[in-house]
């Protein structure tokens, strides 16, 4: 059997109730988490199969639009899942979500005044290849306002969710845009205690990758727990 | 690389606006031919049909109406559908294990409709209590929130359950346990999850 994945460094994510942000007081447990030894339950996890995704899936540039393409600065947004050991991850699912080009997203919850785009759905999702990697094509997302304490603002990004090789692997996070100045005032980015913890969740230029005359690339790799070295064999329940 | 560059990406919320990209139909739009999550269990999967329905409740004591769970669990032999499993080759045909339910937008009630797991041996070889795992994502929650669902009809195995008896508090280990309710001719179980104060569910650390 495999090895069971690493603890999570609770102190590297943000805490459960974080005061920048509003919304997670009332919604976070005031109970420490109850550590589960990890069993099958956890080492494995949900499989999604090539066949289940279309050809556009993963083309937000194309995925949503009519005649026309969106709105908006076209990127390539493409990075690899790795784990802790950097170790590719293949063949896992990755979702992403995001605004368009003026902030403003396709839910029918979103009131903000800023137009929908026709030609933009706003979500992608394709599996990694044998190396771990993963690709989209979309439009950079604006900023947009939310409520908080004070008037706050959203720095662009795109919403990130990945199923790795089992289910204690699970994430959702958000990836940010290098060099957006709006980061650093962000209430829910202010979540993470550990600025170097912000960082991994900024996407670099990488102009290598951009593709002349079409669109600007942007790299974002994302880590998933690692596993322990010692493989897993009849440990007790509560060791 | 350094080690930093190596420790799990940290965490964000998802958002009030996760529908877009783990359900669009709940946003409103349907781009996918297929979505994930929709169908745990096809109508050829072998094992006694379940209704399992609850509310997520806030430290306010209303209801959380733009979260969305997902469930993971075995098939009615206790065989998950992953090659980590050693059994799954014989895991049940039309069983994905995976389900992904989104919070209804005016009530918060959230259902899904599945097969009834069965037991899973734990890592000492002892069998568990039958359980679904579940996550839960919304908007002011950080972290995905994991806990598992036990079945209120099945105290003999819940009562040597290895989780279960390390919650010392009989109060807190009830959080864990959906009640059987009596309704139409498919079983149906309640669940409803307490995020903070009084009745809090146990949240798990996995």
Not at chain 2, 42 to 71: F, L, S
Not at chain 2, 97 to 106: L, N, P, S, T, Y
Request: net charge negative; aromatic share 8%; charged share 20%.
């Amino acid at each position: 059997m495999t090895a069971p994945f690493r603890p999570r460094d609770h102190a590297w994510h943000p805490p459960a109730r974080a005061p920048s942000y509003r919304s997670s007081l009332a919604r976070a447990p005031s109970h420490p988490l109850v550590a589960v030894p990890q069993g099958l339950s956890e080492l494995t996890g949900p499989v999604f199969g090539a066949d289940a995704i279309g050809p556009l899936d993963g083309d937000l540039l194309r995925n949503f639009a009519g005649a026309d393409a969106p709105v908006g600065e076209r990127i390539l947004l493409h990075g690899r899942v790795l784990d802790e050991d950097a170790r590719p991850v293949p063949h896992v699912l990755v979702e992403i979500w995001q605004a368009n080009a003026g902030g403003r997203y396709r839910h029918k919850t979103d009131g903000y005044l800023a137009p929908l785009d026709p030609n933009f759905g706003g979500c992608g999702r394709c599996l990694t290849d044998a190396e771990g990697q993963f690709r989209f094509r979309t439009v950079r997302p604006g900023p947009y306002p939310f409520q908080n304490h004070e008037p706050a603002w959203r720095p662009a990004h795109v919403h990130f969710s990945v199923f790795g090789s089992g289910l204690a692997q699970r994430l959702i996070t958000q990836m940010y845009f290098e060099g957006d100045p709006l980061i650093a005032k962000c209430p829910i980015v202010a979540t993470i205690p550990d600025a170097r913890a912000v960082e991994r969740l900024i996407a670099r230029l990488d102009m290598e990758n951009a593709v002349d005359f079409e669109m600007l690339a942007y790299r974002f790799d994302i880590v998933l727990r690692g596993r322990t070295q010692t493989h897993f064999e009849n440990r007790r329940e509560g060791a | 690389m350094t080690a930093q560059d190596l420790k799990e990406t940290p965490s964000q919320t998802a958002g009030p606006y996760l529908h877009i990209g783990l359900s669009p139909s709940a946003a409103g739009f349907a781009p996918y031919a297929r979505e994930f999550g929709q169908q745990i269990a096809g109508p050829d999967t072998p094992g006694r049909r379940i209704r399992i329905a609850g509310r997520i409740i806030d430290a306010d004591d209303t209801p959380v109406r733009d979260a969305i769970i997902e469930i993971w669990q075995a098939d009615a032999a206790g065989i998950y559908p992953h090659p980590d499993d050693p059994r799954h080759a014989q895991a049940a045909p039309g069983f994905t294990g995976f389900g992904r339910v989104a919070c209804d937008f005016e009530t918060g009630e959230w259902a899904f409709e599945t097969i009834k797991p069965g037991s899973v041996e734990g890592p000492d070889g002892s069998p568990r209590a039958p359980n679904l795992n579940l996550w839960i994502v919304a908007r002011g929650i950080n972290l995905g929130l994991s806990t598992r669902l036990y079945f209120g009809d099945e105290e003999a195995a819940n009562a040597t359950d290895p989780l279960l008896c390390a919650i010392a508090e009989p109060a807190r280990r009830a959080t864990l346990i959906a009640a059987s309710t009596e309704s139409g001719e498919v079983p149906a179980y309640r669940f409803d999850i307490r995020l903070q104060g009084e009745g809090e569910t146990v949240f798990l650390d996995i």
